[in-house]
């Protein structure tokens, strides 16, 4: 179709890094921009002028911002290898996690509000005590499935990315350890799997 694809974003990002792993579980080929976020782009500025942050994808000179909005994008456009369940009902659950995991438990903000980020910044009892419990909700989730959501990376693996890296290098910086395999087997397993996968790995900054 000779379709143009370019993704300006951060290497470092786990949210640039959600929308490189989508990509290449579909098989699509794009051009990667590294942005400086110091020294943003008149690119970036133009195809995000509300936000002014990335991801950004661009499609044919069409411009997708923000993650989740572009990991919905990516699986309407190009039918192979969804990462959302066909079903409606799965299709909402996964939806219903991605929520959780955005708003509620694992990534990092400016506000530092989500619990296990908290968690890995503060010795207080009662956060870390909060951290554990959402944990425990996507230990439960997880049950006795090699990935969320099945067999495969899907959207729900792609956004709980974060706890895959990010979470160990936080923790080994910070010199605290929320995440064990006495407390949670199935999700250090599921790191372990994801990591394990060649398209995650490629998407992620190194460990160094």
């Known amino acids: 179709m000779g379709e143009e694809v370019k993704l300006l974003g951060l290497k470092r990002s786990p949210y640039s890094c959600r929308v490189e792993i989508a990509l290449k579980v579909k098989g699509i080929e794009y051009e990667f921009i590294e942005e400086d976020l110091s020294n943003k782009s008149p690119m970036l500025l133009e195809y995000n002028s509300v936000h002014k942050k990335v991801p950004v994808l661009v499609h044919n000179g069409r411009a997708i911002a923000e993650s989740l909005v572009i990991l919905e994008y990516i699986d309407e456009t190009w039918k192979d290898t969804p990462i959302l369940p066909r079903d409606p009902y799965d299709r909402a659950m996964a939806r219903f996690w991605v929520k959780f995991i955005d708003e509620k ?60 890296l990010w979470l160990g290098v936080i923790q080994e910086v910070r010199g605290v350890e929320l995440l064990n395999k006495e407390k949670f087997p199935k999700l250090c397993g599921w790191v372990d799997e994801f990591l394990g996968s060649s398209i995650v790995r490629e998407s992620l900054p190194s460990r160094e």
């Open 105 to 164: 438990a694992l990534h990092p903000s400016i506000d530092c509000t989500h619990s296990v980020y908290k968690a890995c910044t503060t010795q207080d009892e009662e956060v870390i005590e909060e951290a554990y419990g959402d944990v425990e909700f996507l230990e439960t989730e997880l049950n006795d499935k090699r990935f969320f959501s099945g067999e495969s990376i899907g959207l729900v693996n792609i956004v709980v990315n974060f706890v895959g």
